[in-house]
């Protein structure tokens, strides 16, 4: 690679040709990553569309490089800051700035300065990258020690100190980004479970916007819910029933009804793209569409890969998940019959639409050292399109989300047990009444009665939260099958059970 004129370097940084990064090391080093969304898939057509230089002060060349590619055919398009690549093999991973404290400090004072920076398409049109401040506290002002974000997450995540926390998102897609959008709403609400938004990053292409980062303020020492709950569902199967599993039920009763409080603030949200609109019969006949396409996803996604060395642990649980989802292929109609009859059950009673989280699970809950819990990560399901994360949906969605999250915390304390303990029925048993808890804390949480964006009937209700697990259900399948092959067995486990309760 030739260094060569790339825009305007600082004084002292030798310049650096991004437009000439090799597109096969590109290709590699994004299916190696999580926030690709493309781990382990083909990426072709890789490029890199344009970049911005952006200064540090250290004398390294750095840029935030913008690649397009194509993933099972769809064009994506990501972020990539990188430091220049000292190496003639071209080892990305290494070069990824996010892991360069330099770059974060720089980061942290555009965001502060509110800077903007010059850059260009490969084709030579220009590229505006600019930080705006939307709550003035001071909170990015001051240099503090950063690190990157350790959790598992879809996007990278730079946290100062205990102030402030930067999300950089890895997929782009123009138009407004839900996690900025619905974290501006609810402030103006009297929901109080959400940290304050501090900063946003825009790239703008001569007027088309698309988000780069949010800078939100930090929970300091922050445990998310999964943390809290995984570790009440493994004291359950330990037998110690009197105190740890029955805090874990009273914490699901307090995730229903934080989760009520934030649908009542999403439906009150005096915006046009948050009015809510009627949910018709046609939109349930809808979302039980959704869910068997999401079953026939699923079940491509568990065919086998050309190749396979049918041997390792990987193409086991491949085989396993192909074994169930292939029997539940068989009964297709049945299963298409039973999602006809909770359609039938709602009927018109199906509430309204009303923008909601859209990837509603305990991850997506923090829990203060006061133990006050904030909702985060309003993205939305990482792989779905801007306009889908963005539409108004019934908010039992979210309910069945965060239900499938309790069979996820079941599952993931009973993998930590022997199999010789025969613990399944206190995982299930634990399950079950976290679930009625949490269902409890969210349709009786006000006294103020039922609002109109839920069914009238509760029996309305409980069938859409089933149509919606089943299509979390699916979704999780094919998520797993991507990220964390040996984790397939949990949403198999969910599967068995709900269609020992619904297709019979
Ligand atoms: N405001 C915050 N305060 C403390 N930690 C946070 C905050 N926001 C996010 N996190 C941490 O960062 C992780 C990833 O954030 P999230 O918004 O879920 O990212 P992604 O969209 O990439 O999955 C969370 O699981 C949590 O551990
Ligand atoms: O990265 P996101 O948080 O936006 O969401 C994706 O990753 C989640 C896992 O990190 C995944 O959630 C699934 O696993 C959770 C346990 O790790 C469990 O609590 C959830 O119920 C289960 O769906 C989520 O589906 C995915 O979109």
Known sequence: ?????????????????????????????????????????????????????????????????????????????????????????????????????????????????????????????????????????????????????????????????????????????????????????????????????????????????????????????????????VARARAALAGDASTESDAGVAEARRLGEATRRLHDALAAVGEEAFAPEPATPADVRGWAGDAARAFDLALDAVAPPPGEDASTDTARAFAEARAALGALAARREELRARLDALVARVDDDAGLRIRHHGDYHLGQVLRGEDGTLAVIDFEGEPARPLAERRARHSPLRDVAGMLRSFGYAAAAALREVSAEDDVAPRADAWEAAARAAYLDGYFHAAAEGRPSYLPRSRVSADALVRVFELEKLFYELRYEVRNRPDWLAIPLRGLQALLAAEVR
């Open 1 to 229: 690679m030739s260094p060569a004129h790339a825009g305007a370097p600082d004084a002292g940084v030798p310049p650096f040709d991004w437009g000439a990064l090799p597109p096969a090391a590109l290709a590699d080093h994004l299916a190696r990553q999580r926030w690709s969304g493309a781990r382990g898939a083909t990426i072709t057509d890789v490029r890199v569309a344009g970049w911005i230089p952006f200064p540090l002060d250290a004398a390294d060349a750095c840029a935030i490089v913008l690649v397009e590619g194509r993933v099972n055919g769809a064009p994506v398009r990501w972020q990539l800051p990188l430091l220049a690549p000292s190496d003639a093999a071209v080892d990305l991973a290494s070069a990824d700035a996010t892991a360069h404290a330099p770059f974060r400090d720089a980061l942290r004072a555009a965001l502060a300065a509110e800077r903007e920076l010059p850059g260009r398409t490969t084709d030579g049109r220009p590229l505006r990258w600019r930080a705006r401040a939307v709550a003035r506290d001071g909170a990015l002002a001051a240099s503090l020690p950063s690190r990157v974000g350790g959790a598992e997450q879809s996007n990278t995540s730079l946290l100062y100190g205990e102030a402030a926390i930067v999300k950089l998102f890895r997929r782009l897609e123009r138009g407004p980004q839900p996690d900025v959008e619905i974290g501006r709403a609810l402030a103006t609400t009297r929901f109080a479970h959400v940290p304050a938004l501090l900063a946003v990053v825009e790239l703008d292409e001569d007027g088309d916007v698309t988000v780069l980062a949010m800078a939100q303020a930090l929970v300091p020492r922050a445990r998310d819910a999964w943390e809290v709950v």
